[in-house]
């Protein structure tokens, strides 16, 4: 009997940001505000962004890999869907990853905004299945780290 080649993962992330819980909540439904926290980096050069955000809307997120970069000239594709929304209060989403033409793993987010004294605390739970050749999960939780990070940088600068 030969091994799976799919790995189960389940990460949560908790971060306090020093704004309400609708600013928050705004930065991940508004669109053009959503795109550069989540979809722009240093590395890479947005090819396509599209979200509707609404139960059933979709997002759309293609990248390709900057010159210099490990991976340079390569294309991330990552489709989904958002399962529910609650205003102020959750946001869960279902997406598959593909690197060039290959899919690497599918993964449902769970987005929740707890308000407290100091503003607002995000929880975000990843579930993710990993497939053969993909990042996997240190590198995928890494990678939410850093735009939650980005996150609280365009909270920062008001948005």
Same mark, same amino acid.
């Given at each position: ?14 971060? %306090?940001? #020093? ?10 439904? @508004?669109?053009? %505000? ?7 980096? @240093? ?7 599209? !979200? ?5 809307? /979709? ?15 390569v294309?991330? !594709? ?5 399962? @529910?929304?609650? #205003?102020?209060?959750?946001?869960? %989403?279902s ?9 690497? !793993?599918?993964? /449902? ?5 707890? #308000?407290?004294?100091?503003? %607002?605390? /995000? ?11 993909? @990042?996997? #999960? ?8 850093k735009? /939650? ?11």
């Open positions: 009997m030969s091994e799976s080649g799919v790995v189960h993962s389940t990460f949560v992330i908790e971060r %306090t940001y #020093p704004r309400s819980v609708e600013s928050v909540f705004a930065a991940f439904a @508004d669109p053009a %505000t959503r795109r550069r926290w989540f979809a722009e980096g @240093d590395g890479h050069e947005v090819e396509e962004y599209a !979200s509707e955000f609404r139960v059933g809307g /979709l997002e759309r997120l293609r990248y390709r890999f900057k010159e210099g970069t490990p991976f340079t000239g294309v991330i !594709s990552n489709e989904g869907s958002y399962q @529910d929304i609650v #205003p102020a209060s959750r946001i869960v %989403t997406s598959r990853m593909s690197f060039g033409d290959k899919s690497i !793993s599918v993964s /449902l987010v769970t987005i929740e905004f707890i #308000p407290t004294a100091e503003g %607002t605390n /995000l929880i975000c739970t990843h579930q993710g299945t990993f497939f053969e050749g993909s @990042d996997g #999960p240190q590198i995928r939780e890494a990678g939410w780290r735009v /939650l990070e980005r996150l609280a940088a365009r909270l920062q600068q008001g948005e």
